[in-house]
């Protein structure tokens, strides 16, 4: 065995392996900023979105940053935090986040209500783990779509919102077929924060 020759791609090995080290730690560093100006501003066209505030979809991070602080504010109410904008057509929008346990993992979104604080003006379920087809629906325009002009609170004052198949009241919205846990998982978070919004949380 030729001790010399194996001692030589032993280091060499290594210094090639610090070298690749070094080159891929030097781009995460060079694109650490450019990663966090994206993640924030799709953190901030998801607001825009639920609050129905224009904005080009082809608008780089900057612009997006500045349509939203332009047109939105941020309120704390209680222990809830809220993204306000003067809608001209809806009138005042308060729009707060929510998270909680899906079927596969985590699931985020955004609740934004109209200004008597029980109307829905939009829902929208932006971050999630769900089966695509199935349980991840959820992000679909259509199953988001009916939340809007949905009450936090049924006929009888109670609050919280129903997925039902069928769904004909006005807290109730259709559940998907095929995803009945995803659905429950669903209507557990989202009711957890209407308890904290009607219980006064969401009023200033």
């Known amino acids: 065995m030729d001790t010399k020759r194996s001692t030589y791609s032993i280091f060499y090995a290594a210094a090639l392996g610090l070298v690749c080290a070094l080159a891929l730690t030097a781009v995460d560093r060079a694109t650490e900023e450019r990663k966090a100006a994206n993640a924030q501003a799709e953190e901030v066209r998801n607001i825009l979105t639920v609050l129905g505030v224009p904005f080009d979809a082809g608008d780089s991070a900057a612009g997006l940053l500045e349509t939203y602080g332009t047109a939105v504010t941020e309120e704390e109410r209680g222990d809830s935090s809220f993204y306000v904008y003067d809608n001209p057509d809806a009138g005042v929008l308060s729009a707060t986040r929510f998270e909680g346990p899906g079927l596969w993992g985590p699931v985020e979104g955004l609740i934004c ?92």
């Open 113 to 204: 209500l109209e200004e008597d604080m029980r109307t829905i003006y939009a829902v929208s379920f932006y971050r999630h783990e769900e089966t695509p087809g199935l349980g991840g629906e959820i992000s679909s325009d259509w199953f988001q779509g009916q939340f809007r002009g949905k009450s936090i609170v049924d006929e009888s004052g109670v609050p919280g919102i129903s997925v039902v198949g069928g769904a004909d009241g006005i807290s109730e919205v259709d559940a998907i077929t095929g995803a009945t846990m995803t659905g429950d998982k669903v209507e557990e978070m989202l009711n957890g924060l209407i308890e904290e919004l009607v219980g006064g949380g969401g009023h200033g």
